[in-house]
């Protein structure tokens, strides 16, 4: 059926078309509406499925670890400070290989204190151990919850989905919502690789000693370098069934351009209408959206960039001292390319500010006029 709903409800029927057998979560703001829909549900009986209140996000995570180190589909959402407080468990259910799902719904960090989006909260996240997907819209939101449980399931890594807060989170827009049949012959019931059983005790997340610890690790970037292909195939089977596919990254505009910009999230859409009309005013520009963030999809990326120039990075996040994460993920993915393009990091709309279309052309242009950048960061929209 189609319905349109806002990006928290999507992500609420991807919740319940996984038959998640456990949500635990603590309300922040923009998240909140996420896990009132779903408690609602449980609390009439129309969802079958555990709802754990917790006193903070800290426990939030921590129940969940425990949830699907007995073998069971979990969810949790948050957003901004959540996630920051969360961030402990984090590690915890990345180094136990738990296929735990999280939604993440992106606000500003304070201080000072903001309710708004920007993505600095799950991008502080990157070196957790957890796989990031970011969505531009209500569909891709729906369609990602599914994808991430399948590919959770498959290398035994927990998936963050990312959404921008207000413009997804509560804003309406159409949605496909597939029949729960139709998921269950794709989406089967977890089966743990080793259950809790009472009659054949185990011990987990044990103390392990230097002669050990290093080969988990080992495991575990073994595991995120099988990412790429797994996500892939799980892409495929999705689009063979519902029509909709998005890859790890999407490359529109100008076939063969001079100029590319690199966008994830929803400033994404605000560009396509941008370089459209630049390519329709005769000029050599192109897009690449980011969907697949953790891990960076250094050879897609490189494949998508060929023949380009200059690269233009927008990003609505900060690494105080070093710029936009996403410009400097991807400088140091082409470090040891033969052939780099120049790579010009923009910093905007952070704290929730609006990154207009004129603001998204004021920086293309200037990448056009410039041999380099000057300066590590080019703001967009700053007020002096």
Known sequence: MKRVITGNQAVAYGVILSRVDVISAYPITPQTTIVEELSELIASGRLKTKFLKVESEHSAMAALIGASTGGVRTFTATSSHGLAYMHEMLHWASGAR????????????????????????SVSQRDTGWIQLYCENNQEVLDTILQAYMIAETIRLPVMVVLDAFVLSHTSEPVDIPSIEEVDSMLPPFCPDYPIDTQEPKAYSGITTPDHFLEFKYKTQKAMEEVAEV?????????????????AIERYGKEEAEILLLTSGTVTSTSRMVIKKMVEQGMSVAGIKVKRFRPFPSDEV????????????????????????FAQELRASLYSRQERPQVFGFVSGLGGRDITPSLIEEAIRYTMEHDQPEGDIVWLGLKR
């Open 302 to 325: 490189y494949n998508a960039i060929q023949g380009a120039k200059k690269i233009a990075v927008i990003d609505r996040n900060l690494s105080a001292g070093v710029g936009g994460v």
């Open 98 to 121: 738990l296929p735990i799902v999280l939604v993440n719904v992106n606000r500003a960090l304070g201080a000072p204190w903001n309710i708004w989006g920007d993505q600095t909260d």
């Open 231 to 247: 996500a892939r195939k799980v892409d495929e089977e999705f689009k063979s069934r519902f029509g909709r596919g998005y890859g």
